[in-house]
């Protein structure tokens, strides 16, 4: 067996073992602590002058906090080009009439995009077709950024590609705060041995947001 293998290997019997022991948390009637999760405010932010021919959405889905607070610096970046900007959680944008371009970003659970982040695509597709469009993805599984790794990142964003490819794309490390966690998500974090920190790189969050194609 090869050593990619092997990985691949000791890290399916990790999330299988961190699958197994949060249904005994479940079915042991601990299911409100294991899924109960710390307040956590949500980000909701407008950049820029009031006078801007252009308005930019930069929208996002988080557990934790640590995807809201890359929107927010996406935003920020966005607006010294000259355009209005407003940061909003997904669950919080009712009408993209207004916005010229639109950055979407989600943190990724289980592999994949969180659920709100993927049906604000799909809910939204004619309109989004016609605007130019980025993602963002916060992912643990770059935090070390090799190949192999950015592969497999890649392949947790497919999906949503496949809804309506954007013009730009891409995908940071996060952050791992276990105050900000479940006791649930505590849990697998320790049995796949998922080490605490900030992760993010705020310079190569900055220089994607300044060549962001945001113009129509």
Same mark, same amino acid.
């Given at each position: 067996?090869?050593?990619? +293998?092997? @990985? ?7 999330? $299988?073992?961190?699958?197994? $022991? $949060?249904? &005994?948390?479940?079915?042991?009637? @601990?299911?409100? /602590?294991?899924?109960?999760? %710390? ?26 906090? /640590? ?10 970046? #966005? ?9 909003? %959680?997904?669950?919080? &944008?009712?009408? @993209? ?39 963002? =993805? &916060? ?7 090799? %190949?192999?790794?950015? /592969?497999? /990142?890649?392949?947790?964003? +497919?999906?949503?590609? $496949? ?19 479940? @006791?649930?998500?505590? #849990? ?6 998922? %080490? ?14 300044? =060549? ?5």
């Amino acid at each position: 067996m090869s050593n990619n +293998q092997s @990985l691949n290997r000791r890290q399916f019997l990790k999330i $299988a073992g961190a699958s197994t $022991a $949060a249904t &005994v948390l479940t079915c042991s009637g @601990l299911s409100f /602590a294991a899924t109960r999760r %710390p307040s956590i405010p949500a980000i909701h932010a407008c950049y820029g002058e009031t006078s801007a021919m252009r308005k930019t959405l930069v929208t996002y889905a988080t557990r934790a906090g /640590a995807t809201g607070e890359v929107a927010d610096l996406i935003g920020q970046v #966005l607006a010294s080009s000259g355009t209005w900007v407003d940061v909003l %959680p997904v669950e919080n &944008v009712h009408n @993209l009439g207004d916005y010229q371009s639109v950055i979407v970003g989600s943190a990724i659970r289980y592999g994949r995009w969180l659920p709100e982040a993927a049906e604000f695509i799909h809910g939204n597709l004619s309109t989004l077709a016609t605007r130019p469009l980025a993602y963002f =993805t &916060v992912c643990m599984a770059v935090r070390e950024d090799t %190949p192999q790794n950015r /592969a497999r /990142a890649e392949e947790f964003v +497919q999906p949503v590609r $496949a809804l309506l490819e954007p013009r730009a794309s891409a995908i940071f490390a996060g952050k791992v705060d276990h105050g900000r966690l479940t @006791l649930a998500e505590r #849990l697998i974090s320790g049995i796949i041995q998922m %080490p605490q920190g900030d992760f993010r790189d705020w310079q190569a969050i900055r220089s994607w947001g300044e =060549t962001l194609p945001i113009s129509a």
